[in-house]
């Protein structure tokens, strides 16, 4: 396959995209919408394939989650391109102007990225997320999906580039490199002279591999150790709930419960009524010294889980002194990703939403809440948890930088 070739197209249709109008892109946003749901049939087919080589290959259960499509996620993934359509086109925005005493007005006006890479793995929901994203802020986006969901990959692929062609518009404005070798990714990365930014979806292996090899700047979009602290005041029914959501709704994702972190004080209550629960959740519990005799079927952990994203039915359980402390634990071991705190107590809910290093912090919620759709940004191309340029889900405005406009009449530099 030959990457310069995709490169050239996507920068070839750059421009383009960048002259279309709001208008435009909502009326092929909503097409692209209404064409995912007619083809349900035939991506569903795609990913049966998928699905089949997976389980045939011993695919993990969480991996096996992610890469499943059903009518239902089809259709969530057309309501994520809905939403776009409703949300403020960001391009084009003057971000405020101001007049120097020579007379020159300097501003600011929001303009795309360019031509936007995407390395991800196993989750073709991505691939209409980030067509999504990238087509409504006029960028280019070229896709590098896993092998794993390669079919299903092409199958979304079609619908949309179909569907940007019937509606005269330049189908390179998404392409997908279906080469998925490690020497094609490799060169993939070193595409810098089309891609003007890489961004990275998947496990700790893939994101390392972008960051060490890439000669594009990339937006780092991290794995997800998230810890729940309990806090001694905290309402346990409400504790239970949530940990029992943040671990078992979904638990191949990067915004599940991986860690819980327990007041001393409480643990006695806790632990056993969630340890049922978790246990009777197929969840395996490896818990520390002060806690292993209040979980139920819990086994010791080792210095190494507290650092894990597990992705899987098991949860780390950490027993503190105090918040100063679960707040030392968390930021020594978490990905700043998600981290949350159960607690009636005003003050330890602010200390802990002040001083934990994360892209979101929550306050008696669950963390499976960091999500671009549930924030209200549609769809999102990934949740960064570096702190330049963008942080937390990636929405439209993470899609974009920024020129200086500057308007004169006649002025020359002394």
């Not at 990225?113 to 280019?140: H, Q």
Request: glycine fraction near 8%; hydrophobic fraction near 40%.
């Amino acid at each position: 396959m030959n990457l310069e070739i995709i490169g050239q197209k996507a920068k070839a249709a750059e421009p383009l995209l960048q002259k279309l109008g709001s208008a435009k892109k909502n009326q092929v946003l909503k097409a692209c919408a209404e064409a995912l749901v007619r083809d349900t049939d035939a991506i569903l087919a795609a990913n049966d394939i998928d699905m089949t080589n997976g389980k045939n290959n011993g695919m993990p259960l969480p991996l096996q989650d992610r890469l499943k499509l059903t009518p239902e996620r089809i259709e969530g993934m057309a309501e994520g391109l809905l939403q776009l359509v409703d949300l403020e086109d960001p391009i084009g925005e003057v971000l405020g102007m101001k007049k120097r005493p020579n007379g020159l007005m300097i501003g600011q006006k929001r303009v795309p990225l360019g031509v936007i890479g995407i390395i991800y793995e196993a989750r073709p929901n991505v691939t209409a997320d980030a067509f999504g994203l990238c087509f409504k802020t006029s960028n280019a986006v070229i896709l590098k999906g896993g092998s794993d969901a390669l079919q299903s990959n092409m199958a979304i692929i079609h619908t949309l580039r179909s569907t940007l062609s019937e509606h005269g518009v330049s189908e390179d404005g998404i392409q997908l490199i279906t080469d998925t070798s490690r020497e094609t990714t490799t060169q993939f990365m070193q595409l810098n002279q089309f891609v003007d930014v890489l961004i990275p979806r998947g496990g700790a292996g893939l994101i390392k591999s972008v960051v060490a090899n890439s000669t594009i700047p990339v937006i780092e979009t991290g794995t997800g150790n998230c810890h729940i602290f309990v806090d001694a005041s905290a309402d346990l029914d409400m504790a239970i709930d949530i940990i029992v959501n943040a671990k078992t709704q979904r638990i191949g994702v990067c915004n599940a419960c991986e860690s819980l972190v327990v007041h001393e004080s409480i643990r006695k209550q806790l632990l056993p009524a969630l340890s049922d629960k978790l246990g009777g959740l197929q969840v395996e519990m490896r818990a520390d010294g002060e806690s292993l005799p209040y979980v139920k079927g819990g086994i010791p952990a080792a210095e190494e889980d507290w650092g894990t994203e597990y992705l899987d039915y098991i949860i780390s359980i950490k027993t503190v002194k105090n918040v100063d402390e679960a707040i030392a634990h968390i930021n020594r071991y978490n990905t700043k990703h998600s981290e949350a705190i159960i607690t009636k107590d005003y003050f330890n809910s602010q200390k802990f939403l002040d001083e934990i290093d994360a892209s979101a912090v929550y306050v008696n919620a669950s963390t499976r809440f960091t999500d671009g759709f549930e924030f209200g940004f549609g769809a999102e191309i990934g949740i960064s948890t570096q702190k330049l340029h963008a942080r937390g889900p990636m929405g439209l405005l993470a899609l974009t930088t920024y020129k200086y406009i500057i308007y004169g009449n006649g002025q020359v530099r002394p």
